[in-house]
């Protein structure tokens, strides 16, 4: 029998996963009513100190909902980074508005707020950025520059859940914040997102729209143009049981992460984190020195049954977008990049495997 191969991810499910989506098929409510949909919400609130979560089908819905909610359309301009997930530029497109792409700071990886002023126009209704593999954007310039301009700040926070920013959770800091719990995010519901807000007029709307436009008072009345983007009670359930375990699930994953870098610190690049805050270690992503030696290392891992993931392709180099000059760090870091498996369940001699596998083949 031969090694056996090591996924870039797995989530941390078991026993008590299993038991809660039972308990939700005996009482058959399976369906986006029943009692573990508030029970989530309240939970997610709770733990990140968010006045309002709204919890939907994905992070991409998510998104999209904060789109709407704000009321950017078409004619408005979103400034946002060239090196995200394609979710969170496609949510600007899905609306009619257009992304205006700017750099990222060749440190961080996350939007670069030094660049952002110098793109604003009349036309200019907010910023959406991305907290990169889970560390946080540099949120104090994000801010300060939103609020300058009078434009909404959006944070996608789909990667960092667990994070913080100066004790602050991610999640809790833009005009709108959203979180994903695709298979592979911190805690997981399978597929599913959230929407948060501290404002409770945006909190209604975002309801209202995620719910087919329903009126208040008038049953099979749609006020407003809505959607279906609800979250099931058994996506829920898994949520709840999900988050009794986000402490150790974060120990887990800061742990890999150090082991990484102490591992492999005079060989290759680790993503920096800003001041006073702390990084969900969404995945542990590694810089070389040339596309030469980042493709040697994948094809040897490879090999040795050892998953990885190539970093994002810049957005603006996809076919549905315009291509732009003026954002080469975006287009550097994701040629020279790589994700390593950074599940929670890692095994250490798993994880010491990688390590030298990568530093003999170096
Ligand atoms: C940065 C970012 N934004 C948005 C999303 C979209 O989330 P989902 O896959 O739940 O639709 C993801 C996750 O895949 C992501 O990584």
Redesign the pocket.
């Known amino acids: 029998m031969g090694v056996e191969k090591i996924p870039i991810y797995k989530p941390y499910i078991g026993e008590d996963e299993s038991k809660i989506v039972a308990e939700c098929m005996e009482s058959t409510w399976i369906s986006s009513q029943g009692k573990y949909i508030n029970a989530f919400e309240q939970n997610i609130q709770k733990y990140t100190g968010a006045n309002h979560a709204i919890a939907v089908s ?4 998510a ?1 999209h909902l904060a789109m709407l909610a704000l009321d950017i359309g078409h004619g408005d301009e979103v400034i946002t980074t060239n090196f ?2 394609v ?2 530029s496609n949510s600007i497109l899905y609306v009619g508005a257009k992304p205006v792409f700017v750099d990222i700071d060749p440190l961080t990886w996350n939007l670069d707020p030094s660049l952002i002023e110098e793109k604003i126009s009349p036309r200019t209704k907010a910023i959406l950025y ?1 907290n ?1 593999y889970g560390v946080p954007g540099d949120y104090n310039e994000l801010k300060r520059i939103a609020d300058k301009h009078g434009l909404f700040l959006i944070e ?1 926070a ?2 960092s859940f667990g994070a913080t920013f100066e004790e602050k959770a991610s999640g809790t800091l833009g005009d709108i914040s959203t979180y ?3 298979g592979n ?1 911190t805690i997981t519901t399978g ?3 959230m929407v948060l807000t501290p404002d409770r007029k945006l909190a209604d709307k975002i309801r209202k729209l995620k719910n087919q436009g329903n009126s208040e008072t008038v049953r099979y009345y749609h006020d407003i143009l809505g959607y279906n983007y609800r979250m099931t009670n058994i996506q829920a359930a898994i949520g709840v049981a999900q988050l009794k375990k986000i402490k150790e699930i974060l120990e887990l994953k800061a742990q890999i992460q150090q082991n990484y870098e102490e591992g492999l610190k005079d060989l290759v690049n680790f993503q920096k984190l800003p001041d006073n805050s702390s990084s969900s270690y969404w995945m542990c992503s590694i810089l070389f020195s040339t596309i030469k030696e980042k493709d040697h290392i994948i094809a040897k891992l490879n090999d040795e049954k050892v998953e990885t993931r190539p970093f994002f392709t810049p957005i603006d180099e996809l076919p549905f977008y315009e291509k732009i000059e003026d954002c080469p760090i975006s287009k550097k870091i994701s040629a020279l990049g790589i994700n390593l498996p950074s599940f929670p369940a890692l095994e250490t001699k798993d994880q010491s495997r990688i390590i030298e596998l990568i530093r003999n083949n170096i």
């Open positions: 994905n992070g991409t819905v998104i995200t997930y979710a969170s991305t990169v996608d789909a990667e994903s719990f695709f995010k597929e599913g997102g």
